[in-house]
């Protein structure tokens, strides 16, 4: 990195946060304008990776810059910025899709490092029955397919088994052996969060996430991150809690 890269991050006043943007910046080769962009639409504290304890964080890190490896928490944010699709007030899933297949290039660049664009509509075959799956990505970075459901309205519990059939579908029929177990990413407009806690979706390799269609207020972006991380601290307190 330059040295105006280091300038770009020497405001950030967290030494985990400062460390991630300058491990993405490195492995990713952003420019500067890249990173300041990255550090302003907060992709830090939308990764999955920062709602874990610092430890966890620091560990991730470390693996990432001596093994070059990273990890679904690296890569998986929430929410999505996705107003570059132009959407507005209401719309279906077809809309949504169709929009961002129009705007893919873009919707890679938010998705975030090493995807690439598979399938649309992907056909899936079981005891003679056509499922078919919105959209299907490659992560170079981790090794495995992605599975991408689009949905308009909150989440709700039955998405979890719809994932569960694709991505073991995929396991079976499509994973090549170097390769890991497919991940999936459901894209929603709202989230429940003690359904999904009590789904423990995290250990089904699904990650649910809410898609924005239009840029927020910074301050509204802030204090809506700000709250998802302290309810993550509680819920990782309480785990130790019921674990004593």
């Given at each position: 990195?330059?040295?105006?890269?280091?300038?770009?991050?020497?405001?950030?006043?967290?030494?985990?946060?400062?460390?991630?943007?300058?491990?993405?910046?490195?492995?990713?080769?952003?420019?500067?304008?890249?990173?300041?962009?990255?550090?302003?639409?907060?992709?830090?504290?939308?990764?999955?990776?920062?709602?874990?304890?610092?430890?966890t964080?620091?560990?991730?890190?470390?693996?990432m810059?001596?093994?070059?490896?990273?990890?679904?928490?690296?890569?998986?944010?929430?929410?999505?910025?996705?107003?570059?699709l132009?959407?507005?007030?209401?719309?279906?899933?077809?809309?949504?899709?169709?929009?961002?297949?129009?705007?893919?290039?873009?919707?890679?660049?938010?998705?975030?490092?090493?995807?690439s664009?598979?399938?649309?509509?992907?056909?899936?075959?079981?005891?003679?029955e056509?499922?078919h799956?919105?959209?299907?990505?490659?992560?170079?970075?981790?090794?495995?397919?992605?599975?991408?459901e689009?949905?308009?309205?909150?989440?709700?519990?039955?998405?979890?088994?719809?994932?569960?059939?694709?991505?073991?579908?995929?396991?079976?029929?499509?994973?090549?052996?170097?390769?890991a177990?497919?991940?999936g990413?459901?894209?929603?407009?709202?989230?429940?969060?003690?359904?999904?806690?009590?789904?423990?979706?995290?250990?089904?390799?699904?990650?649910v996430?809410?898609?924005?269609?239009?840029?927020?207020?910074?301050?509204?972006?802030?204090?809506?991150?700000?709250?998802?991380?302290?309810?993550?601290?509680?819920?990782?307190?309480?785990?130790?809690?019921?674990?004593?």
């Open positions: 990195m330059s040295w105006t890269h280091f300038i770009a991050l020497m405001p950030l006043k967290d030494p985990l946060q400062r460390d991630y943007y300058a491990q993405m910046a490195s492995a990713e080769r952003w420019s500067v304008r890249t990173l300041r962009e990255r550090i302003d639409s907060m992709l830090y504290e939308r990764t999955a990776l920062s709602q874990k304890p610092g430890e964080i620091a560990q991730e890190l470390a693996t810059r001596d093994a070059q490896r990273m990890s679904p928490a690296l890569v998986m944010r929430d929410p999505y910025i996705l107003d570059f132009g959407l507005r007030d209401t719309w279906q899933e077809g809309d949504l899709e169709a929009a961002i297949i129009r705007e893919m290039e873009s919707f890679l660049l938010e998705l975030g490092a090493g995807f664009f598979v399938a649309r509509q992907k056909r899936i075959q079981i005891d003679g056509d499922f799956l919105d959209l299907l990505f490659y992560n170079r970075k981790l090794r495995r397919l992605v599975a991408v689009l949905k308009v309205g909150e989440f709700k519990a039955a998405f979890k088994g719809q994932m569960e059939l694709y991505l073991r579908w995929l396991d079976k029929h499509e994973r090549e052996p170097e390769e177990s497919p991940l990413i459901i894209l929603c407009t709202g989230k429940k969060r003690e359904q999904i806690e009590l789904l423990e979706l995290d250990k089904s390799g699904i990650h996430a809410e898609y924005l269609t239009a840029l927020p207020p910074r301050g509204v972006l802030v204090e809506r991150l700000q709250q998802a991380t302290q309810r993550a601290q509680l819920q990782i307190e309480q785990r130790k809690t019921d674990n004593e």
